[in-house]
């Protein structure tokens, strides 16, 4: 047999065992349900099949990679194998239901990083394929009151929105009915933004994301990581001296249309406090621009994983159903 064939049968086993787990997991769990009414603890429940394919997730036949060595398998680094060629941070789009999931991995090159972001009402499951990561996260304290998030969700276009289990339910029972509506960008939220020199001049209490700053993790592969509606929502990432790659599946995903766009935050920290009760330091966000050095940019990887066009998973511009 051919052996890049070969490796394009093995990549896709194993990623079509990860979709299905997701899927039926979905479907026998959240659809019908209100899932913004559940708690971080049920989601976590209700998710938890998909963490167990994570941790399953053979990285060798992922990503096509000969097993190397007599007793182990050794996986190089892959930024500079996808193309087209480009610095920063790489994204690889392997699989999406508009509305309900998205499945891709992020391939940081040594030393590169995701500036600290938000996703909200959103719960993302990663498994590290290669390398080692830093990894800040923060807690959001009451989300709904938030007045950061209210008045930048309440500018939103409101033509597509609609309760997720409804949206759930008709992708579900009909994949290919259910299309995007594609919402042209708007800068009329662009208000609630921010720039390092006027966030001096804000008052981060009035106009600020309230959070508890977590410790800061290192993961390394294996190592499989969530966060969830309000546990670790916001986090920024740093990739070791190696470079890391790391699989994603968000549930529901980034949509702009359906008021999950991503922010980009900075600390407020002359504000920070230490909370004897979380036992974590009590701070303030304020929503800033995309940081001008920060790019990730769509790509295939050994021409059968990832997205012909610029895929930016942090936008809303890709369509694609259930297989």
Request: proline share 7%.
């Amino acid at each position: 047999m051919d052996f890049e064939y070969e490796q394009h049968e093995r990549c896709q086993i194993e990623l079509n065992s990860l979709v299905n787990v997701v899927e039926t997991t979905i479907s026998s769990e959240l659809v019908g349900k209100e899932i913004n009414l559940l708690s971080d603890d049920d989601l976590k429940l209700a998710l938890s099949p998909v963490r167990a394919a994570l941790d399953n997730i053979d990285t060798y036949a992922l990503l096509g990679s000969p097993c190397c060595g007599s007793s182990g398998k050794i996986l190089q680094p892959i930024h500079n194998e996808i193309q087209p060629i480009a610095p920063g941070v790489r994204y690889i789009h392997l699989r999406e239901a508009y509305g309900i999931y998205s499945v891709g991995i992020f391939v940081f090159p040594p030393n590169a990083e995701i500036p600290l972001h938000d996703h909200p009402g959103m719960t993302v499951l990663s498994r590290v394929l290669y390398g080692t990561l830093g990894v800040k996260s923060y807690d959001v304290i009451c989300e709904e009151e938030q007045p950061i998030k209210s008045s930048r969700r309440t500018s939103k276009k409101k033509a597509k929105k609609k309760a997720w289990h409804n949206v759930l339910r008709s992708v579900l029972l009909n994949p290919r009915r259910h299309k995007k509506e594609k919402v042209p960008s708007s800068t009329a939220n662009m208000s609630s933004f921010v720039s390092q020199e006027q966030m001096k001049q804000e008052d981060p209490q009035q106009v600020g994301l309230h959070v508890y700053e977590n410790e800061v993790k290192y993961l390394s592969a294996p190592d499989v990581t969530e966060l969830y509606p309000r546990k670790g929502n916001l986090h920024h990432f740093k990739a070791g001296p190696e470079g890391a790659a790391v699989l994603d599946v968000l549930v529901p995903p980034y949509d702009t249309g359906d008021d999950r766009d991503c922010t980009y935050y900075v600390q407020a920290d002359h504000l920070s406090k230490w909370c004897p009760k979380e036992k974590k330091i009590d701070s303030w966000l304020i929503a800033s621009e995309q940081p001008r050095d920060f790019s990730c940019m769509g790509g295939i990887y050994k021409n059968f994983l990832g997205a012909v066009d610029a895929y930016d998973p942090m936008d809303d511009d890709t369509i694609s159903s259930f297989d």
